[in-house]
């Protein structure tokens, strides 16, 4: 069955697909779309707040440490492209474990999933060392140590929205870690062999992925602008 | 059968374009990186400054396009699930625009009219050291209160 050639009046005149995928990948597509609304009225909320305030910080100042930098380390960006590069990484990974799925290659399939686990497990603990390094510095939801830009007291948006906000992409790693173990496991007990496909590591695939495209927006919208 | 039908759709996959793509993913972020550390040593308020966050806005869009089109594989899906997922989301359009300038317009509203905002926003923080405790700042903050209390007194 080629795409090209299937006309939209036999697409819907009954037994089959009209989207051509199976009923739970389509689900968790609109699952991820609503999840993006979710995020983007975080992101848009973070927005307009920022855009209805005089001053914000620097978050060249608010995050320019990283680990075992001790305390006067100055170096804005270099943590958290760590970071970034580390789920584009294991984006990849998962690509090519799903890839691996379609040509029923069990062993690379497991080797990949083993690899985007990592990934996530590494993103994890840099988020947990820089929420503990701001904790530590005093930013909390409801404590803001940070000055503005210009030297004037700030709110306390900036740390709300700040913990608020990767806290929320931070849990959505971790549930994405916690299926890709789901899906090594079934893949190491050869679930997917018996069943003759392996379209359940696609779902968990579509999932890690968004995670890594939230992680672009929080990325953009909290360290560099 | 479902999934050999499965097969035949996902051909516009494969490694050589997984690694295109990572690569052209690696290069965007590179760039944004680069115009990230080339802002900090511009002045606050800039058009350079805003020119340059907008450069950067449209490199994470083409970014997010990235993701999605080919390691999600939207763009190898028929024509009906790409505008089921796209065509939502285009709401977004209309909620990034009518948001962030009912923020702005909030804020203009609030120099204009407001003078304790206004006055509140250039009271200089006292300088901190580094580490200090979140105690000694709010200790500090009263004293500076005062302060600004004498010279209107005066």
């Not at chain 1, 689900?27 to 307009?48: E, K, P, V």
Request: hydrophobic fraction near 45%; proline fraction near 3%.
């Amino acid at each position: 069955m080629s795409t090209t050639t299937v006309t939209p009046t036999k697409l819907w005149s009954g037994g089959k697909s009209p989207f051509n995928v199976e009923y739970g990948k389509l689900m968790m597509w609109y699952f991820l779309m609503s999840d993006a609304f979710t995020f983007g009225a975080f992101l848009i909320s973070y927005g307009t707040i920022r855009f209805s305030t005089n001053g914000w910080p620097n978050p060249n100042e608010v995050f320019r440490s990283y680990p075992f930098a001790g305390e006067n380390a100055n170096a804005p960006l270099v943590f958290v492209s760590i970071m970034t590069f580390i789920l584009i990484i294991s984006s990849v990974t998962m690509v090519l474990a799903v890839h691996a799925g379609h040509n029923m290659d069990k062993r690379k399939v497991a080797i990949n999933l083993a690899l985007t686990i990592l990934g996530g497990l590494a993103f994890l603990s840099c988020q947990a060392w820089e929420w503990n390094h701001l904790h530590n510095e005093g930013a909390w939801w409801g404590h803001n140590p940070f000055n503005n830009h210009d030297g004037t007291a700030s709110s306390t948006n900036f740390t709300n929205y700040f913990f608020t906000i990767t806290g929320f992409h931070g849990f959505h790693v971790f549930s994405g870690v916690i299926i890709n173990i789901i899906m090594l496991i079934m893949t190491l007990t050869d679930k997917f062999e018996k069943r003759g496909h392996y379209l359940m590591i696609e779902k968990a695939g579509l999932y890690w992925h968004f995670v890594d495209l939230v992680w672009v927006f929080v990325f953009t919208c909290f360290y560099l602008i | 059968m479902e999934h050999t039908a499965e097969h035949e759709e996902h051909v516009g996959g494969g490694v050589k374009e997984i690694i295109k793509v990572t690569i052209i993913l690696s290069v965007l972020t590179a760039v944004e990186l680069a115009l990230g550390f080339w802002m900090m040593g511009m002045p606050l308020i800039s058009n350079l400054r805003i020119a340059v966050k907008g450069a950067i806005v449209i490199l994470m869009m083409a970014k997010a396009f990235y993701i999605v089109a080919y390691f999600m594989h939207l763009k190898h899906e028929i024509k009906n699930l790409i505008m089921t997922i796209v065509v939502p989301l285009s709401l977004f359009v209309w909620f990034i625009v009518a948001f962030l300038y009912d923020g702005n317009s909030f804020r203009h509203l609030r120099n204009t009219y407001d003078p304790h905002f206004k006055e509140q926003s250039t009271i200089q923080a006292p300088k901190k050291e580094e580490g200090k405790s979140e105690e000694k700042k709010e200790e500090a903050k009263p004293e500076e209160k005062k302060a600004e209390e004498k010279k209107v007194a005066e």
